[in-house]
Every structure is written in structure tokens, then in C-alpha cells.
């Protein structure tokens, strides 16, 4: 069996996240019935990150496993070819047996963008969430610090977003930027939770407009209760950057 | 009467254009309609560029004749609030008694965007058009020289797009950029014919795979024949950039 690995790019706007479900299009779904018409197989796809309904990606990972004997150029170019225009595969190449790009992930890297302006920019709408209220940067910015490190992070995941196992994860770095209009919270960590990138969001935006107290980051890694944190931030704002193996 | 000066964005992917028609969405009516509420009164829209159907604007202007009384940031916040999140106005602001934003234009500067990529970049699918041949860029520059200048356009110009006077423009500047898998032609006219700038990016894309040789362009002026010039560049990698006074 070959194991295949690839890189993709989507708008997720018009998709119900990554991860198949019954009675919405999503992007694994679309992914599997292209490679099913290439290959001839029923194929299953491992993805690195399950984005959620709307959110983007760049750079999302996945694998397959495969009997087919095609070129990997063939694959590649048939399965753009056959692929809706708001999905594009960047990069395929054949992994080692034991590549999990789930489980093997190493560095997963999250952008969240927002504005504050009034109105959003319509050449990138799909790309922005706009925030309502004016924030402070710097505040942002030393909440953002406090995240860093190897926390439990409970309180920065959606409720029904059952987690097998700990809630432990380690965020490596985060970085604010602010570039004309836009803000930029990217964060680089080992993993992370159901929504915990958006709750990330959410709850730096509440700190960055004064709703939320800069040393409650404490209280939220100490009680883990999700009431603590600030709303999930909207979809449309999120993009999976990178995943590093 | 106040004169109003517009600057407007729009991603004309959903739009039959700038102009108002018959049975068809445009840029023009969706803002008189919205105008005609904000402003009680029935609003008629001078734009200077008639954008075709999905043809986008960073910068088209416009202006408007009206007896309202209503300070301008209100206007422009009510106007923002009642459009598609597709169109957005960029500036708005008090012009002279004699300020028409189609005549008394003097420079306007469109850019075509196109990628000879086998398939193109999800996040920009609406604004790239793609190419399907290798292109000479060198070539494609040599060619876009020889437009600069005034010259007679007439075989730059659409078959049914009726001039009423000369067809004498003259390009001011053109450049031709490639970045990354992205080539730019900006070009930059006293004032473009009926689909002049896309006959004109696709007279110097047919140029650029060999097709045309880069000498038919003194011929092109000349006899003023549409069959002498390439195809029309399809619709959505064009841009208005930005029109100048």
C-alpha cells in the first residue's frame, strides 16, 4: 500500500468544515469522491486539523492510503482537475508507511484575522471577521504572552467538544500584529482543542476591548471552565497556516 | 444641488456589470436603490468607468446630483450599512457644481491579472484569470511598449461597442510584471473603449505564447480591425483601479 500525503488549500466558506458528516458538503467529502473516481477505491482521508464549517486553510495536511500504481503527477492534476475552484491540492508526495498526518503532527499554526473597521474590504470578506469595538494592542498582546507554554487549556474549548484524552496543550508562540486595518493573532502549538483557536480569538478581542481583565488567563487555566473564556470568534476569520511534522 | 463624489470597491464576481440594464443585478443600481432610501429622493449615478460584468474596482468613482441635506458621514455610514457586503464605499465627499465623474476623468488606471498556473490559488480564484500557454514575458513587454502613445484604437475596441467619436486614446504607461506565478499588466489611458482593456490584454497574452508576431501592432493601428487584435480577456482578472482628475 502506498501512503500518500498532500497539502491543500480551500475557502471553506461554502463548505461545513473538513471532517465528513451526513447531509453537508465538506471538504474530506469532496476530497474522498474525487480520489474515488481516480483510484477506483474507496479512499479514506486523515486530516491534520479538523477545521470547522467556514474556517480556511492554506496549508491543511492529510493522507491516504492507496493501491493504486498512478503516477503521483497523474493523481495530483486529475484530482485539481476534478475539484471544485475553492479547493486546490498545492503539493502530493508519497509518505513513509507509518505517516499519520494527524498523529504525527508536530507544530500546527492557526491565523486569525479581524478588523475593526466598520466595514470589511470586499476583495477579502470571506477571509475577515470584523470586531465591534475599538482594542487595545498591547493588551491584547500581554494576554497573548500568557498563553504561551504548556497550560490546560478546558476553558478554551467548545463544551460539546468531547476530548478523549487530556486537555493539556502547549502553545510555542503567539504573535499580534497590526498591519492598516487589519489584526493579525497567530498562534503556533502542539495542538489544539475543538474551537480553541477561535476561543483564543474571542477571548483576546474581549481582553483587547476591556470586557475581559488581563490576569483572568490565570483563573482560566487554573478552573478550566469554558464560561471563563471569551465567545468562539467567527469562523470566516480563521485559517490553518501550516502543519509540521 | 450638492454634487457628491464617490470612491467605490467592488467585487463585480456577482454583478452584470457597472450600468444599469434591464432584468439584470448591477453595481449602479444596487447604489441608486440604496441612495433613493437614504436619501428620499431618486438618485441618478454618474460612474467614470462602465465595468463590464464581473469586472472588479479598487477605485471606481462615481457622483450624484441630490438636494438632501444629510451630512456626508452619515450618508456614507447609511449607504455602507445598505450594501452587499460585495460593494463598499471608500470615500465620499463634497465635489463642485461642475464635477462629473465620467468626463472629467483624466487618467484611469485598470490592471489585468492572469496566471499561466494549471489551476489557480482558491483564496484569489475570483480576481486571476488563467492562461493556458507559456508566455514570453519579454515578448509581452516589448508589445506593451508599442501601445504607449496616442494611437487610433479602433481595432482594440468590442464590434458592438458603439463610439460615438474618435477612437484616438492614448495609453500614458503600461507595465508588465510577473510575481511569483502572477503576471500584472497595468495600464494606465486618458480613456479606454469598449472592452480595451481586455482586448488589449488578450492582443498581448496571444503575443506573449507566439501566436501573434510582435510587429502586427503598427498594422493593428492602422487598419483598425477587430479579427487583427486577440481575443477578450475574460471578465474577472480585470480591475479599475483607480481614475484620476
Request: one cysteine or more; charged letters at 25%.
Amino acid at each position: 500500500m502506498r501512503n500518500i500525503k498532500l497539502t491543500i488549500r480551500y475557502d471553506g466558506t461554502n463548505y461545513a468544515g473538513w471532517q465528513s458528516q451526513r447531509n453537508a458538503k465538506t471538504v474530506q467529502q469532496v476530497l474522498e469522491s474525487a480520489l474515488k473516481k481516480i483510484t477506483g477505491e474507496r479512499v479514506k482521508l486523515t486530516g491534520a486539523g479538523r477545521t470547522d464549517s467556514g474556517v480556511h486553510a492554506k496549508h491543511q495536511v492529510a493522507n491516504f492510503k492507496t493501491r493504486s500504481s498512478l503516477p503521483l503527477e497523474r493523481i495530483k492534476i486529475a484530482l485539481n482537475s476534478a475539484l471544485p475552484n475553492d479547493i486546490l491540492i498545492i503539493t502530493m508526495e508519497e509518505a513513509s508507511k507509518r505517516f499519520d498526518s494527524q498523529r504525527c503532527a508536530k507544530l500546527k499554526h492557526y491565523r486569525y484575522t479581524v478588523t475593526t473597521s466598520r466595514f470589511v474590504d470586499p476583495f477579502i470578506r470571506h477571509f475577515v471577521a470584523r470586531f465591534s469595538y475599538p482594542l487595545n494592542i498591547s493588551s491584547v498582546r500581554r494576554a497573548a504572552n500568557q498563553l504561551v507554554g504548556k497550560h490546560d487549556f478546558g476553558a478554551f474549548k467548545a463544551q460539546d467538544g468531547g476530548e478523549r484524552n487530556t486537555t493539556v496543550r502547549t502553545i510555542k508562540k503567539i504573535r499580534v500584529e497590526k498591519k492598516s486595518n487589519l489584526i493579525y493573532i497567530d498562534v503556533w502549538a502542539d495542538g489544539f482543542l475543538y474551537n480553541m483557536a477561535r476561543i483564543i480569538a474571542g477571548t483576546l478581542l474581549e481582553i483587547g476591548r476591556g470586557k475581559l481583565p488581563e490576569n483572568r488567563i490565570k483563573e482560566m487555566f487554573v478552573k478550566k471552565e469554558r464560561r471563563l473564556t471569551g465567545p468562539t470568534a467567527p469562523a470566516k476569520g480563521l485559517c490553518l497556516m501550516k502543519v509540521e511534522y
